[in-house]
């Protein structure tokens, strides 16, 4: 695999940050309405002008960048430059700097006896004007493809970020499917005793409706990042992701007229686990045992985790051990997708079709396996995932 590798240092850039693009760069993030006019209004309309000796100039408006001293300002430059990979393509993975790295990299470079140079074409340096940043490219290396998929905040601010806005895109109206799905089940089932979630990311959206029947919920992902998520939700931290709308849509859905706060509870207390999981284990939660769960609910994961149709056959029968003999499947899983970009970065997604996932399913011992279809409508450019529709089932585990 090439890799390249661009070092970015900017001059002035607190100062020419456009406020047009922070503010939509706010929106998207899925800040509240009123907090986004708030900023609006702090950055607009702002004059300056310049003390020399007893002499001042005139008043000019302020048409970018941070305000000066403002306390915010750094975090507002912080979210302006991380959207700065926007328009470049999603197998180019943004790494933020860091010095140690900067710093080993050109000592690598500076060496040519280095053993690392074979891996690297020469060094390229250049410096170039885009628009009124200046930009120094310091080396140009490499490409590179895959990586890192931020599946902790940044998935979440862009898949669950505007439910109050009201979900209306085609991903969004997926979502809504996958909730009503998770509802259907539990309301329409006798379920109870423990309860466990594979790969559940840093959402808990798939668990809402459980919690109504599960005194015990252990939640498990591969992504230290999700899971802490998961914790600072569970601990009430002032940075946690604010699931009320959905707590509010399930409650809805139930018909029930419970409290969100007294539901929110009851997934709190419910919930007491986050788990390191690799579904590509044999033991997905090694080094911990767990004694087999009644109910696995599992979403989106599969078919994240695997790089090939031998990994994912393999991740079925691997997840299957943490349920009893008898116990519920209650599976979701994108088909035909084969990647979705999240937070810049370019997660790669093995495409399954439903015949292939039912059949992996059957084979591990699974059977009554109830599906639902949902295909994704045609669009002319695929540019944040491809999927093609969305499988939801449920299934038993065979007894013997
Ligand atoms: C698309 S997200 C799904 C998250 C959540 N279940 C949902 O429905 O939104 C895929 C998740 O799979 C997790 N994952 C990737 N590889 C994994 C592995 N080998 N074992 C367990 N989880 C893994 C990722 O960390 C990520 O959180």
Known sequence: MDVHVAFIDFSRAFDTIDHGKLLC???RMGIRRNLWSCICSYLSDRKQRVK?????SESRPVLAGTPQGGIVSPT?????MNNLDE????SVIPVKRHEASVRELRRILDDPTHPCRQFLPPVVETTYSLRRHTIQVELAVTM???GTVPWGREYLNEVFGTFEEGIVDDEGEGSMKSMEFFHDVFSGGSYGGRLIDVGSGSTLYQVISASMFFSEIVCSDYSQAARAEIEKWLKKDKGAFDWTSYFQYFIELEGSSEKIEDREQKLRQAINAVVHCDVLQPNPTHPLTFDPFDVMVSAYCLEVASPDREAYVKAVANISTLLKPGGTIVFESYIG???AVIGGAKAKILPVEVDFVVQTFKDAGFSDIKTVYYPSPDRDEYKVTDVKGMLFFTAKKRCS
Do not use: D, E, Q, Y
């Open 144 to 146: 590179t493809t895959g």
């Open 25 to 27: 760069s706010l929106a």
């Open 87 to 90: 328009n470049i393509h999603p």
């Open 76 to 80: 507002l430059f912080v979210i302006a």
């Open 337 to 339: 997708a084969t990647f």
């Open 52 to 56: 020399w000796g007893g002499s001042v």
